[in-house]
């Protein structure tokens, strides 16, 4: 053929496959309306994920502010917002001011917890006729609720409002702002919890500070409950956090000024771009950006997967009521090509109007949402609307792929089947082969290889890029497990034998439900059983403060501020609310002429672990510090402690520690000796321990002021506080004040959260008082995820089964013509429905449970096996069946089932069989 004519052809076959692309989309669209049954389930699967997807992209979107948004909410009406994190070295910053370093001289030298700055002290490094306003953005406070006797914590802020500075910081809604020591304002959600009104009072929990609530503000970056405080009205005593200040200077922030602030040790966030500095080009968070992106794809892959299998069943079922119309394609002219457009046709049709009908719908419900996901989700309000287009082309994209994908399969049966029987409407018996249950076992063993690796190098993303592929391999092996079990229905009566023999029939149909539903309860049982194995290992790590049934009260404020209740006065609501059996006094310690001491115990050298856990080691040092028994405890423990002193003389000694009699009594005797009890047996050498004062030079510097050798005795316990109990002979020895501040009490049993509340309503009036109660039992709680995760095994489970049901159901009429026809009862037709759910949810959710105990079990042993050669020592994550979850998926096939069986109409039909 001449050079000339081959462009003819190539137009010719690029017209070819336009125009059957043409042709098998108007086929499609008119096979949508005809079927309308069919096609509402297949977009109602693909509709939902896109609303969902789509409905959390937009509300992502409007919820990250850009940062003209952000600087908006920070700086209001200033030039910009400095904050002061050092006083003796200078710092490299951001260009933001988001991120920063302090820049020390030498690797030895510490960076220090600088003394905060004052507004003079900020206004000295700023340019004459500058203006500053000092601002705390997050406070902790604590009310009390006379009405329901109970304490409220909030976050509150501090600033003035009236200044110019800060009048864009927050919106009143009501009222006007703070302006005096006894105003406050609250925020809707501070309201709403306090349930407060314009002229109320609000009282600290210390009983020392009330405010009248003068306002209700809200300032755009805390929707959760918060207050606003003038300046004046902050508690005696409260903890700053997060100090900054607001300038408003007489000129531009000339690159001479900013470094000026940074080599102060001031960063400085402002509108205009800081000048570049060498921590721009250092700071970079590729990794975890990468590691989120592939998380990201991983999970949209799973999802994707489980929309495929939802939707392949109706595709299927939607090729086989064709066969005699696609027999007429191919008699027509049509090749196996063709006809495979045809089907893939409906998958592409029904994807985009899916994802047409999802994103606009996602659209509308992110907006009319926006309020609520405000204020109960992220708690900040949003920033403008926004759309995120590209998220919207993507989750448009794979909606269509997952049409596509779902009709791959049935498309290419639909190019196999027999001309001959399609034109009779016969079906066309199915040609299954055991390479796909190779396949599978080989792609299941692989994925369960690659998520071990995943474990052992701690990748999230490698270890679900494993799960994902033994999936696949799982459901490339469902249609010949299907196809085994289906021999067993030969032992059975009529009614399951036919279940058993529609779901072999119709494997192309059957298989995908039943993966559906068993990569949902896979992935809720694995997810389950991780979740369980975490509280187990966390149970065992948490150390309670205090022995059960314990309670301390201690007075609050600074040293000698305020007396402690005397023992009448916590006598009477001791046995009343918690039911007190004793009650002994709590005496502390303070230095005699050092103002910042520390009163401690000498720990031997010999009996200090060599290794510090937080540097670098190498395998071999790691090996040797796990065989050395002095580095066997936790990390805390390894280099010395740091105690909770009190000066007893054996009353309080057992409700601090727990101990038993004997115990109590060799540790009495001690005391009364002259000695010192503690809580760590490596401290007692011979009976003898060294006691030690040492003054505080600096945050990492320590100066010893005098030591003391005296009577030691060490008691055993797993508590997490640890005591150093002295006698009064010892503290006067090493010169140490002793004070009453406050009672030990031991109750009758575990005080619950109500007598907690009476007994803190109680002691109210006794001064600033602080109460720890025990807390004895861990209380991480696992059950409400649990509870979700097998709900939503419930619903895919249910789902997938009543879809594929119904499909069967609608295909199966000409044997239930035949039932009819020989006389069997109207119950036949819907104990068979009850069968066919029977088959699908029973085996979906059988197979779900083994891959996922086996995932999950390869995960755990895999990660175990990283901890153990290292240092260090964690305990190994433990084997827990999570029975809830197991629980409510081995009930859930019988609600699908059951409910089968009642929405099946019982009358069978009798039409004439065409087969």
């Known amino acids: 053929m001449s050079e000339q004519g081959r462009p003819g052809i190539g137009k010719a076959r690029t017209a070819e496959f336009i125009g059957s692309w043409r042709a098998a989309l108007r086929i499609a669209r008119r096979e949508a309306r005809r079927a309308r049954g069919r096609t509402a389930l297949v977009l109602s699967m693909i509709i939902l994920p896109v609303l969902a997807l789509t409905f959390v992209a937009v509300s992502v979107d409007m919820s990250r502010l850009t940062a003209d948004e952000r600087l908006d909410r920070q700086l209001a009406a200033a030039d910009a917002e400095l904050r002061s994190v050092s006083r003796a070295s200078p710092i490299t910053q951001s260009g933001n001011g988001d991120h920063w370093n302090v820049t020390v001289e030498n690797d030895d030298e510490t960076t220090e917890v600088p003394r905060p700055r004052s507004t003079q002290e900020i206004a000295a490094l700023l340019p004459e006729g500058s203006h500053v306003l000092p601002v705390v953005r997050w406070l902790p406070i604590t009310t009390w609720d006379d009405d329901q006797d109970r304490m409220h914590e909030l976050s509150a802020s501090v600033v003035d409002l009236t200044d110019p500075l800060g009048r864009g910081l927050a919106h009143i ?23 407060v009104a314009l002229g109320d009072q609000v009282n600290a929990s210390n009983g020392r500070k009330s405010w009248t609530v003068v306002g209700v503000i809200e300032a755009p970056d805390q929707l959760s409950p918060a207050a606003i405080l003038h300046p004046a009205g902050v508690p005696a005593g409260a903890m700053e956090i997060d100090s900054v200040f607001l300038v408003d200077l007489p000129g531009p922030l000339t690159t001479e000024l900013f470094r000026h602030l940074n080599d102060h040790g001031v960063v400085v966030t402002t509108r205009t771009p800081a000048p570049p500095t060498e921590y721009d080009a250092a700071w970079r968070g590729g990794i975890g950006a990468r590691e989120e992106v592939s998380l990201g794809v991983l999970i949209g892959g799973l999802g994707l997967l489980e929309v495929v299998l939802l939707v392949g069943p109706a595709f299927a079922v939607g090729v086989r009521r064709r066969r005699r119309e696609l027999a007429l394609v191919a008699v027509a002219g049509g090749d196996a090509a063709h006809l495979r457009r045809v089907v893939l046709a409906d998958g592409v049709v029904l994807g985009t109007v899916g994802a047409l009908i999802g994103i606009a719908l996602g659209i509308g419900l992110a907006v009319a949402g926006r309020p609520l996901m405000e204020e109960f989700v992220f708690q900040h309000r949003f920033g403008g609307y926004r759309f995120w287009p590209t998220a919207l082309v993507v989750i448009g994209l794979v909606a269509v792929l997952a049409g596509v994908l779902a009709a791959l399969t049935p498309a290419w049966m639909a190019a196999r089947q027999d001309v001959v029987a399609g034109l009779a409407n016969r079906r066309t018996p199915p040609v299954h082969s055991r390479r796909w249950l190779v396949v599978g076992l080989l792609l299941a063993a692989g994925g369960a290889a690659v998520a071990a690796l995943g474990a052992v190098v701690s990748s999230d993303s ?27 229905g030969r032992f059975l009566p009529l009614v399951p034998r036919m279940a058993l023999r529609d779901a072999s029939r119709n494997r192309s149909s059957a298989a995908p439900a039943i993966s559906a539903v068993m990569a949902a309860v896979a992935g809720s049982v694995a997810v389950g059983l991780l979740l369980v194995s975490e509280q187990a290992r966390d149970e065992e790590r948490f150390r309670p403060s205090l022995p059960d049934r314990s309670v301390l009260v201690s007075v609050e404020g600074a040293p000698g501020e305020h007396a402690p209740p005397t023992l009448a006065e916590i006598t009477e609501p001791a046995r009343e609310h918690l039911k007190a059996r004793n009650i002994a006094p709590l005496m502390s310690t303070d230095c005699l002429l050092e103002s910042d001491c520390l009163v401690t115990a000498t720990l031997p050298p010999e009996r200090a672990c060599p290794w510090r856990s937080d540097q670098t080691l190498s395998e071999a040092e790691q090996l040797r510090a796990r065989a050395d028994t002095r580095c066997q405890g936790r990390p805390d423990d390894y280099f010395g402690l740091t105690f909770r002193v009190v000066v007893d003389d054996g009353s309080a000694l057992p409700i601090l520690t727990g101990a038993g009699p004997d115990q109590v009594a060799a540790a009495t005797a001690v005391l009364r000796a002259g000695g010192a009890v503690l809580t760590d047996p490596r401290y007692v050498v011979d009976g003898r321990v060294e006691l030690q004062v040492l003054r505080h030079l600096d945050e990492d510097r320590q100066e010893k002021v005098r030591t003391l050798e005296v009577p030691g005795h060490a008691l055993h316990h797993d508590l997490d506080s640890k005591w150093l109990l002295l006698s009064q002979a010892a503290a006067d020895r090493l010169g140490l004040v002793t004070r009453h501040t406050g009672w030990a009490i031991d109750s009758d049993s575990v005080a619950d959260q109500e007598q907690q509340i009476r007994f803190n309503t109680a002691i109210r009036s006794l001064g600033p008082l602080g109460v720890q109660i025990s807390d004895s039992h861990y209380r ?9 995760l097998a709900g939503v095994s419930a619903v895919v489970t249910v789902g997938a ?20 026809a020989v006389g069997a009862s109207p119950g036949v037709r819907r104990l068979l429905s009850l069968c066919q759910a029977g088959v699908i949810a029973v085996l979906g959710s059988a197979l779900g449970i083994v891959a996922g105990l086996g995932a999950a079990m390869i995960i755990l042993l895999s990660t175990n096996q990283r901890y153990v050669d290292t240092w260090p020592i964690e305990p190994p994550y433990p084997v827990i069946v999570p029975w809830i979850t197991l629980g409510v998926l081995i009930a859930v096939p019988l609600v699908a089932m059951v409910g089968a069986a009642l929405f099946t109409r019982s009358r069978l039909p009798v039409e004439r069989r065409m087969d």
């Open 801 to 820: 089964t009543a879809s594929a049901t119904g499909l069967a159901a609608a295909e199966g009429r000409a044997d239930l013509s035949t039932l009819a």
């Open 462 to 488: 490698v270890t679900l890029a494993g799960l994902l592929v033994g999936e696949l391999g799982l459901v490339f092996a469902t249609p010949t497990l299907v196809g085994l079990v289906s021999r067993a």
């Open 173 to 195: 809604h009501a009222g006007r702002a703070p302006v005096g020591a006894d105003e406050i304002a609250v925020n809707p959600a501070a309201r709403r919890k306090l349930g």
């Open 780 to 788: 991480g709680g696992t059950l409400g995820g649990l509870l979700l």
